[in-house]
T-cell receptor, first 110, second 117 residues
Framework: GNSVTQMEGPVTLSEEAFLTINCTYTATGYPSLFWYVQYPGEGLQLLLKATKADDKGSNKGFEATYRKETTSFHLEKGSVQVSDSAVYFCALRTGNQFYFGTGTSLTVIP | GAVVSQHPSWVICKSGTSVKIECRSLDFQATTMFWYRQFPKQSLMLMATSNEGSKATYEQGVEKDKFLINHASLTLSTLTVTSAHPEDSSFYIC?????????????FGEGSWLTVV
């Protein structure tokens, strides 16, 4: 079946620290992979995506590479900001259906 | 701006009552919408696929008589939690796709926090 395993939080970092949130997946076929972000009181927003192996998704300084050999899609950012404080969800998509990880809460302190 | 809107964002209801959550696609028509729920510290789980003009398709383990889904128009799907109980307290979120193929862009609503007291 399809599933996503995501690093548990919460994660607390100082401003300008390096961020990694691990995500691995199990899937039949060739899914697309996503990172969504949920800011306090808001809905899910697409952060970045990758549709095939070795693709790198990037947005707002965040990056993730679709690694088929390790079935991973880890999220990274070189220097986090206070405004990055949010909950991050890793997800895979097959057809129109999504499978989500549990979400990782990130708090960045000044 | 939001392309999928949910209402209400927060709702508190008494045990035994019913509560309706709306999901609207703004500026586009969605023949299919999806409803998810999230229990604390767990993943968002697909509950059902809402199909305009026909019955919703429910995931295994989801009670269709308890979670009534109506997709009466191309821009609106509603989820009604009937005879709500405290264990129904959860975060409910909907999504809709722009375009009809599996490669289309999916947008999520803001989510609705339901608390049953």
């Amino acid at each position: 079946g399809n599933s996503v395993t995501q690093m548990e939080g919460p994660v607390t970092l100082s401003e300008e620290a390096f961020l990694t949130i691990n995500c691995t997946y199990t899937a039949t076929g060739y899914p697309s992979l996503f990172w969504y972000v949920q800011y306090p009181g808001e809905g899910l927003q697409l952060l970045l995506k990758a549709t095939k192996a070795d693709d790198k998704g990037s947005n707002k300084g965040f990056e993730a590479t679709y690694r088929k050999e390790t079935t991973s899609f880890h999220l990274e950012k070189g220097s986090v900001q206070v405004s990055d404080s949010a909950v991050y969800f890793c997800a895979l998509r097959t057809g129109n259906q999504f499978y989500f990880g549990t979400g990782t809460s990130l708090t960045v302190i000044p | 701006g939001a392309v999928v809107s949910q209402h209400p964002s927060w709702v508190i209801c008494k045990s035994g009552t019913s509560v309706k959550i709306e999901c609207r696609s703004l500026d586009f028509q969605a023949t299919t919408m999806f409803w998810y729920r999230q229990f604390p510290k767990q993943s968002l789980m697909l509950m059902a696929t809402s199909n305009e003009g026909s019955k919703a398709t429910y995931e295994q383990g989801v009670e269709k008589d308890k979670f009534l889904i109506n997709h009466a128009s191309l821009t609106l799907s509603t989820l009604t939690v009937t005879s709500a109980h405290p264990e129904d307290s959860s975060f409910y979120i909907c999504s809709a796709g722009l375009g009809g193929t599996s490669g289309n862009t999916i947008y999520f609503g803001e989510g609705s926090w339901l608390t049953v007291v």
